[in-house]
């Protein structure tokens, strides 16, 4: 929506010969000659080997269907769960990941013809068992993480939780007592909300302390 | 719709002096309100008013397709319904869809779908939900200006917000934006959409009979008014974001 003159430009844009315009509402950042056109909103498309998280919908035959906050459902192969070759039927299938179970997995294929293929193999892959999973816009996941990794590390030092980040806008949250894990859903909210304004990190640091402060009391 | 039968004399649309019924100059538009995310639950929503046309847009989207048979391998499956609602007409409209409403969900998906980026969702739809709560002439280009906005509000990618306008003829001569009155006893109307950004037309229809001349001038006409709104669409789409900022301000 907005048009630019000759750029070097990055991110949500297209170009008509050397015009470029802008394809989201969204935010621009400009450093010298690079533009970098950041989205507001949008939904998630997998890309080979972004962490996710997922919720199992469905259990088939060799397969489990896997809710991942996007158009496309994920598929998980029971090859891709053990590393040893099993022959297993449908019932034991579900006695491993039944329905409503929450994942913790990677995207190992997509190409958009069929539908993207998870693995849960890897070390700290698979069921997620305690915790908060916290869901946002997924174009606002890098807000969340902040400049490598400056907002996640903070509020996991000042709350001490543990977030996981999926790429799909789905955050995991497991702290060691479940004050800790709200604050942090809040906060992670309260992120989501001001995303696009400046001084974001500093402000969101004197939020907690003030939840922190009014929690001790 | 107004009741004819006992109104004997012709209604005047055009007084001596080139005023409207509504008072309005020939070029001069009515006025356009448009809210960006009033609906909390679609991904992207927009309210419209203009001149008495009420309308509300939801839109869904990019999501699994349902049935899944539809799902088109290379693009994205573009979904519109246009409806009225029983009470946005002086007649109590049915609430079934009608001809009509078939018809102008047909035309306005077929002027925003130039606008979206479908090659990039492959296997997916986009559902676009547009409620006319009011009517008063017009409703298919406000509700395409409505549209665009809620697809931006979505987060879809798009080439360009698509734009529209209708030009009317009223007692021969050419009229912007007629309203409800003008389009029933008026000469004719001809809604225009356009991506302004790149001077592309979605969509051009007209019932009644123009002459080329006439065609040219209403297309100037309506080039010149869909900048107006396309900078009111902006406006309302960056305002969402900027309270945000202003509340941030306040509470520092």
Same mark, same amino acid.
């Given at each position: 929506m907005i048009a630019e003159g000759k750029y070097k430009i990055e991110g949500a844009y297209y170009a008509i010969g050397k015009k470029y315009y802008s394809r989201v509402l969204g935010l621009t950042e400009v450093d010298n000659e690079r533009v970098k056109v950041i989205p507001l909103k949008g939904k998630y498309i997998p890309r080979e080997n972004d962490l996710v998280i997922g919720k199992i919908i469905d259990v088939g035959m060799t397969n489990w269907s896997v809710d991942i906050n996007s158009p496309y459902t994920g598929?998980?192969?029971?090859t891709e769960v053990f590393s040893k070759p099993t022959s297993i039927s449908r019932s034991s299938l579900s006695n491993i990941l039944n329905v409503g179970d929450v994942i913790l997995a990677k995207v190992i294929a997509f190409d958009f013809t069929r539908d993207p293929l998870l693995t849960i193999k890897e070390a700290k892959l698979g069921k997620v068992s305690k915790g908060t999973v916290v869901e946002i816009t997924p174009s606002k996941v890098p807000r969340v993480i902040g400049k490598k990794g400056s907002m996640v590390n903070m509020i996991r030092e000042v709350l001490k939780v543990n977030i996981i980040v999926g790429k799909n806008g789905r955050i995991l949250v497991i702290g060691s007592k479940p004050e800790y894990e709200a604050l942090a859903v809040m906060v992670i909210k309260k992120i989501e909300k001001e995303a696009h304004t400046t001084g974001l990190t500093d402000r969101i640091k004197s939020y907690i302390s003030k939840l922190v402060n009014e929690e001790g009391e | 719709m107004k009741k004819v039968s $006992? #109104?004997?004399?012709?209604i005047k649309l055009l007084d001596e002096n080139g005023i409207r019924s509504d008072? %309005? %100059?020939?070029?001069?538009?009515? +006025? #356009? +309100?448009?809210e960006v995310g009033v609906l909390k639950n679609a991904d992207g929503s927009a309210y419209i008013e203009m001149g008495n046309n009420k309308i509300i847009v939801g839109v869904y989207g990019p999501k699994e397709v349902r049935p899944k048979h539809l799902a088109i391998p290379y693009k994205s499956l573009i979904r519109c319904r246009y409806e009225m609602m029983p009470f946005s007409v002086s007649d109590r409209k049915s609430p079934s869809p009608s001809r009509r409403e078939i018809e102008l969900s047909k035309a306005i998906r077929e002027a925003l779908e130039p606008a979206i980026f479908t090659e990039e969702f492959p296997r997916t739809m986009i559902e676009i939900f547009i409620e006319v709560l009011e009517a008063d002439g017009g409703t298919r280009t406000a509700s395409i200006n409505a549209a665009s906005v809620a697809l931006a509000d979505a987060g879809i990618p798009l080439r360009d917000l698509v734009t529209a306008i209708a030009i009317g003829k009223i007692d021969g001569k050419l009229a912007l934006d007629i309203n409800g009155i003008e389009d029933q006893y008026g000469d004719g109307d001809m809604p225009i959409a356009m991506m302004p950004q790149l001077g592309y037309v979605t969509l051009f229809q007209a019932d009644g009979i123009f002459t080329s001349e006439e065609i040219e001038k209403a297309f100037e006409m /309506? +080039? +010149? /008014? #869909?900048? $107006?709104i396309y900078e009111i669409q902006k406006k309302a789409l960056k305002s969402k974001y900027l309270q945000i900022v202003k509340e941030v301000d306040i509470n520092e």
């Open positions: 598929v998980l192969q029971v | $006992n #109104i004997t004399e012709v008072g %309005r %100059r020939l070029d001069e538009m009515r +006025k #356009i +309100k448009i /309506a +080039k +010149k /008014a #869909i900048w $107006n």
